[in-house]
């Protein structure tokens, strides 16, 4: 993951282990997440202060076999203006998926078990509690699978997931998120009508009116829904 400024220039970038600073000098190590996750880093400004950056990680649901999401907090000023970190390696929760998305306001992650989503809202604050929105399919434990791929925020707030149960089905599945409360609402499924291999990204159209998905394994493939 890398955050860049204004006039599109890097900041600070991570693969939710190591951080480095615009220099690609690194400043921090063991920051909680494991670089085979789907999503193992995703970095969101805290709203209102142009210096202050959240890192979010997860971990391999087969690697360290502790499922949690963890946080970092980086400081721009720090370090003669190169930043550093005040905050490092935060248990956020735990059991959970690969998969983070948000916005400017909201970090969403997914519980691995079950078919709980939490949301949390990223302030000058700091982070809030978590609204949870159970509804979808369980990510279950028993297929790695389930707990592996990406889910997106995209426009329009609908957010994706792509959910994998090799062998039996391949589906993204879609939602509404409402941004004023971080509530998950109107379940609904895009089926690419192929149990072999595994669904794994997805990204939506700049509108938001077209999906997105990308399927490895026996026929990769890249699958579109409008």
């Given amino acids: 993951s890398t955050i860049s400024d204004r006039n599109g220039q890097v900041i600070f970038f991570t693969d939710g282990d190591?951080?480095?600073?615009?220099?690609?000098?690194?400043?921090?190590?063991?920051?909680?997440?494991?670089?085979?996750?789907?999503?193992?880093?995703?970095?969101?400004?805290?709203?209102?202060?142009e210096t202050l950056f959240y890192i979010f990680t997860t971990q391999e649901v087969h690697g360290s076999n502790t499922y949690q999401v963890r946080y970092s907090l980086f400081d721009l000023k720090l370090n003669g203006g190169t930043g550093g970190l005040v905050e490092q390696n935060v248990l956020l929760f735990e059991r959970s998926t690969e998969r983070i998305t948000g916005n400017g306001n909201w970090l969403i992650a997914h519980e691995y078990g079950n078919n709980s989503f939490r949301a949390y809202r990223i302030s000058n604050l700091g982070i809030g509690n978590p609204v949870i929105s159970s509804i979808g399919s369980d990510h279950a434990v028993t297929s790695?699978?389930?707990?592996?791929?990406?889910?997106?925020?995209?426009?329009?707030?609908?957010?994706a997931v792509a959910l994998s149960t090799p062998g039996t089905s391949n589906v993204?599945?879609?939602?509404?998120?409402?941004?004023?409360?971080?509530?998950?609402?109107?379940?609904?499924?895009?089926?690419?009508?192929?149990?072999?291999?595994?669904?794994?990204?997805?990204?939506?159209?700049?509108?938001?009116?077209?999906?997105?998905?990308?399927?490895?394994?026996?026929?990769?493939?890249?699958?579109?829904?409008?």
Avoid: H, W
């Avoid at 790695?144 to 957010?159: C, F, S, T, V």
């Fill in 144 to 159: 790695a699978e389930n707990g592996q791929g990406y889910m997106k925020l995209g426009p329009q707030n609908r957010l």
């Fill in 172 to 226: 993204v599945e879609v939602f509404d998120f409402a941004d004023s409360t971080g509530q998950i609402t109107n379940f609904r499924t895009a089926n690419l009508n192929n149990p072999a291999g595994q669904v794994y990204g997805v990204e939506f159209s700049p509108g938001g009116n077209k999906l997105f998905a990308t399927l490895k394994g026996a026929t990769s493939q890249v699958v579109e829904f409008a």
């Fill in 18 to 49: 190591k951080v480095c600073n615009r220099t690609n000098v690194e400043i921090a190590s063991g920051i909680g997440g494991e670089p085979g996750s789907s999503q193992a880093a995703l970095i969101i400004p805290v709203p209102g202060d």
